[in-house]
């Protein structure tokens, strides 16, 4: 969704000034009075214009400058629509993200700021996404425990200042006397009261829907709405990822202005704009991209030195096509990013410049941004550039044929050779950032490979091996080089952060981990951490610690200042390598671009702020939607499993142990489900909690953490996504 500027509203029109307005102030410098009205004693929208001596023409400026500053969470309203800074009245502004249990967490807006704790019955009538204001109040003291000063501050929402969703999926359902929608995501727990359906929408039970919420007073009563949508059967194919596109309110079509301005792109470099750069096209310069990738970000091209390696990073050039101000680039704004569903790619920019002249394919003429860095054998930058440049992409690689290469010694061959050189590089790069205290959450992904109709056929684990290790160092590398020249120049950028976790969170993630039987120090020095992540390595409960671990994270965003990335231990770091799917690092094209003086025009520092928040919000929404995409295919996958006459065994890692069954992990489809107690037939089970494990009463058969068990699928729950499986 795009934000408003409020910098942009409030200012007046020459032709209506009152007459006894002199000049007109500019919409920063009202900003400023009313903050200084409002800080002195709470005051209406009447106060502040008889404190401000504002003509009556000026009335409805400032209404809206007050809402748009309600919105930026610079003042809030209380009662009898009187405004005041928040933390005067120890109100907090910001997004509300719900969990699973009903209760929520408004997210900070200031770097390094904690969290608000929402509890389930506070959360007034708030949805995932939505911009509160909530009241700040002293978190219950828990029975037996004295309550420290550490405690996470909690608070209840007191108003709905932003809907981010006025529009809910789901499937219609009917009861004796009402029709209702229940929503897809788990989030929301309550039924949609809706209208009988009726032509043109003639909606029946089962069907997915998309419906627009209308009232909804109180969280004690159903909130109401109108069906506006009917996707079709909730089984028909396409209509799952077609829920998911709707509910997450992504783009399917680029406006008409956009694919005019795309179809005037030039479709090849042309001399002129290459006889203008540094010209690279002798060198050998290679990709690594996953099979199926059909927009090609980067290229590297290596070389060993006396002192190390000298290496080039050639980002595709982006920003040289997509101007500011165009529709190509409002749409981009837009969009903030691609999304990557299980079944197709929204891309940022329209086919012809992300598959196009932008992808640095092999063998032709393409146009990069490069980064230039000398590297020593230990791993430290002895020099670092940038260019504009041109390039001819000599071999294109995927990450099997990357891996084959580096399994086997180098060959004669220089593509052989410059894979193998890069990894050494890459190798000792990673090694100098893990001993920085840089924290190792790789994760394997899921690869869903679909039939013509968009049903699952196969499930592939994908893991972060040494070929994706290779290029991830060196993109590394480049964004790092570039943060640290923005930041030094102090030019006004885009960068990508991680801020400090908090110290509640981590004191959470340590009982987690004394559950599984690992003891840490004080978690609040990285040490620490880096100490339990070594320790589990190999254990079959590491995952489910490095996914708590997670957890207690903050999720890393944008934000205009360089305040380091904690995960990633460096204190420069910025996204600058990936512009044809990502809008922030066609901003950060366009500062370095500025910064080398090759154009006086690039991102102001007044709009930053507004534009980290967007991008880092459609970022989510697109994790969100890949995610789900992926999770659906899994347990449609499963579910086919028991359609067929000979459904397949699966291994399975117990990774906990209850009274009415054990959970288990599929770690080839990275899944998790429950064999339930009532599944392990031919004796009685008995919970033993001290050791961990279900032992048999007549056959002392147990069933422990960590051991490794054949199993079948039993049943599929779409609407809550579970899977049960059972002893095969």
């Known amino acids: 969704m795009k934000k408003r500027n409020p910098r942009r509203h409030g200012a007046g029109n020459k032709q209506n000034r009152h007459p006894s307005a002199k000049k007109e102030a500019p919409p920063q410098k009202l900003r400023a009075s009313v903050l200084r009205e409002v800080a002195r004693r709470p005051l209406d929208a009447a106060g502040l214009a008889a404190a401000l001596d504002l003509p009556p023409a000026w009335r409805p400026k400032l209404q809206s400058l007050l809402a748009d500053m309600e919105r930026c969470g610079d003042i809030a309203r209380i009662r009898k629509d009187r405004y005041i800074v928040p933390k005067e009245a120890d109100l907090f502004t910001g997004t509300i993200q ?6 929520a967490h408004v997210l900070s807006e200031k770097a390094g700021g904690r969290d608000l704790l929402i509890r389930g019955e506070n959360t007034l009538t708030a949805m995932h996404g939505d911009r509160v204001v909530a009241r700040i109040g002293a978190p219950p003291p828990e029975p037996g425990f004295f309550r420290g000063p550490e405690r996470q501050p909690e608070g209840r929402v007191i108003r709905i200042l932003e809907r981010a969703n006025e529009t809910i999926v789901g499937t219609l359902q009917r009861s004796k006397n009402f029709f209702y929608v229940v929503c897809d995501d788990p989030r929301f727990v309550h039924n949609l009261y809706v209208k009988p359906p009726a032509p043109p929408l003639p909606a029946k039970p089962g069907d997915k829907v998309v419906a627009k919420l209308e009232a909804w007073p109180s969280r004690h009563v159903n909130p109401e709405g109108r069906i506006i949508e009917v996707l079709g059967a909730a089984d028909a194919p396409g209509v799952d990822m077609l829920s998911i596109i709707r509910r997450h309110r992504l783009p399917l079509e680029f406006p008409a202005d956009v694919r005019r301005d795309a179809e005037r792109t030039p ?11 540094e010209d690279l096209r002798g060198a050998f310069v290679f990709t690594i991209d996953p099979d199926d990738a059909r927009d090609f970000d980067d290229a590297v091209n290596i070389e060993r030195t006396p002192a190390g390696w000298r290496v080039g990073i050639h980002i595709a050039d982006v920003s040289h096509y997509v101007k500011p101000g165009t529709p190509l680039d409002r749409e981009a704004v837009a969009r903030g990013n691609s999304t990557y569903l299980a079944d197709r790619v929204i891309p940022m920019l ?19 941004f490069s980064v230039f860095a000398e590297v020593s054998e230990k791993g430290k930058i002895l020099s670092a550039r940038f260019a504009k ?14 891996l084959a290469i580096l399994k086997k010694p180098p060959g004669p061959d220089t593509l052989s050779q410059s894979v193998h050189t890069a990894w050494e590089l890459s190798s000792t790069l990673r090694k100098k950032r893990f001993a920085a205290g840089s924290l190792e959450l790789d994760f394997p992904e899921i690869k869903v490979w679909l039939d013509k109709n968009g049903r699952p056929e196969r499930l592939e684990r994908v893991e972060n091996d040494i070929s994706h290790q290779l290029i991830e160092e060196l993109m590394l590398l480049a964004n790092e080089l570039v ?10 950028a885009l960068y990508r952060i991680h801020e400090n976790p908090d ?14 039987g690992v003891r840490a120090g004080d978690l609040t020095q990285r040490a620490e951490i880096v100490k339990i992540l070594a320790a589990i390595r190999g254990k079959p409960f590491a995952p489910a610690v490095r996914i708590a671990l997670l957890k207690s994270l903050k999720r890393a965003r944008y934000f205009p200042e360089p305040v380091g990335h904690y995960g990633l231990a460096k204190p420069d770091y910025t996204h600058f390598t990936s512009p044809i799917r990502r809008y922030s690092d066609l901003v950060v094209h366009r500062a370095l671009e500025r910064r080398l003086g090759l154009t006086k025009k690039g991102p102001e520092s007044t709009e930053l702020a507004a534009l980290s928040d967007h991008i880092s919000a459609t970022e989510r929404t697109s994790a969100e939607a890949e995610k789900e995409s992926v999770r659906l295919k899994k347990l449609e996958y499963f579910q086919l499993q028991l359609k067929t006459d000979r459904p397949q065994r699966f291994e399975a890692l117990v990774i906990d142990v209850r009274n009415f069954g054990a959970f288990v992990e599929l770690p080839e489809f990275l899944l998790t489900g429950l064999v339930h107690i009532s599944s392990l037939e031919g004796d009685f089970y008995v919970h033993d909690a001290a050791r961990a494990r279900l032992v048999a009463r007549r056959s002392k058969k147990t069933i422990a953490l960590g051991d490794k068990i054949q199993v079948a699928v039993a049943r599929v729950d779409m609407f809550k996504q579970q899977v049960d499986f059972k002893p095969a």
Do not use: M, W
């Open 98 to 103: 719900f969990h699973a249990n009903g209760s």
């Open 267 to 277: 479709p090849e470099v042309s001399p002129h704009d290459a006889s203008s750069r």
């Open 350 to 368: 329209p086919e012809a410049l992300s598959n196009g002249v932008c992808s640095l394919k092999p063998h032709v003429d393409r146009l990069a």
């Open 389 to 402: 440049t041109v390039i001819r992409s000599a071999a294109r690689l995927t990450y099997r044929e990357a």
């Open 483 to 492: 943060a640290r020249e923005l930041k030094h120049r102090r030019q006004p």
């Open 503 to 516: 110290p509640d969170r981590l004191e959470e993630f340590r009982e987690f981990a004394l559950t599984q």
